[in-house]
């Protein structure tokens, strides 16, 4: 019965989609561009997985990012998402296809349903990795050499070192990957790849249909900071929700928004939606402006890639002047007004 899709240990690189109103979600679109780069690593094909109704033409989208197998699982019952039909597709699945890497969003889906699938196959699983790259690993104790593993590289520590940790002998190597840390990049918008439709009875069991949801409400945030071409970011260095007020002016001046790190929303000086770092929104915007901020690693991984970099400190030594591109030596509330100053005078 199991080889009625004839797929068997395919040993390829799979990315599960999440999929909803008629869109891809970006992170999706964003792992299946790094997933393609490890792919071509391995010198296998790189597959999609979606779950879901009304899945017609899903693979439009899917294609372009260099997709060369899209399983597909229809059925009004795994719309919206609920964790155990989910989880009983990917299990049964990769137990036929065994892939040897597995990637999915660090999203509300993906921390939910990524544990429930990594503990059925006894496969481990990375949260909220940074960076993704193939390697080979010695084991210290046994002297065994491992060629061609995964490398998930993420902070560790409280952000005070950065650990690469390996799977080398569970399969599939899972991580997830919060949205806007990998880049989205389309590979060719006239790539092909196939499509293979799966019945839905043949992988869940109808009691796993326990959970039926009859109504949602999906609130969506008014702050968009991950497309914001300008940010004004502020630190625990600001002091105090008064001095983030200063750093709301400049970006009204600037047409920017405001940023934090995750130390200043701990302590009450901005809402988490304005989090940057490991922990909140990774952004690349054309300019990123530092206030009283020391640069710790969680926080840096969720601002490195920006164009230009300017950091105001009173510390000439802080970490994050490292990465900078211009460094304002001071106290923010003495440099800040000048600059808004500034702006307004030649904004006109």
Known sequence: MENQYNIVNQNNVIVYCEYDDGKVADVSL???????????KLGVKLEALVIGDKLEG????????GTDMVYKVEDPRLYPYTSNPH???????FKMTKPQICLMGATCIGRDLGPRVSSALHS????????????????????????????????AFGGN???????PECRPQMATVREGVMKKQ??????????????????VDPSEYVVEILDRHIAKSKINIKNAPIIVAGGYGIGSKEGFDMLFELANVLGAEVGATRAAVDAGYAEHARQIGQTGVTVRPKLYIACGISGQIQHIAGMKESAIIISINNDP???INSIADYVITGNYEEIVPKLIKYYKKNSK
């Open 30 to 40: 964003e792992l299946l561009t790094k997933g393609r780069q490890l792919a071509d």
């Open 58 to 65: 899903i693979e439009k989208q899917l294609y372009p990012y």
């Open 87 to 93: 989880a009983a597709v990917l299990i049964k699945l």
């Open 124 to 155: 481990g699983l990375t949260a909220d990795c940074t960076s993704l790259e193939i390697g080979d690993h010695k084991d210290p104790k046994t002297g065994t050499e491992y060629k061609n593993l995964l490398y998930q590289i993420r902070p």
């Open 161 to 167: 070192i950065v650990a690469t940790i390996v799977n």
């Open 186 to 203: 389309v590979l060719d918008p006239e790539y092909k790849g196939e499509v293979m439709p799966l019945h839905a009875d043949f992988f």
């Open 317 to 319: 030594n802080a970490p």
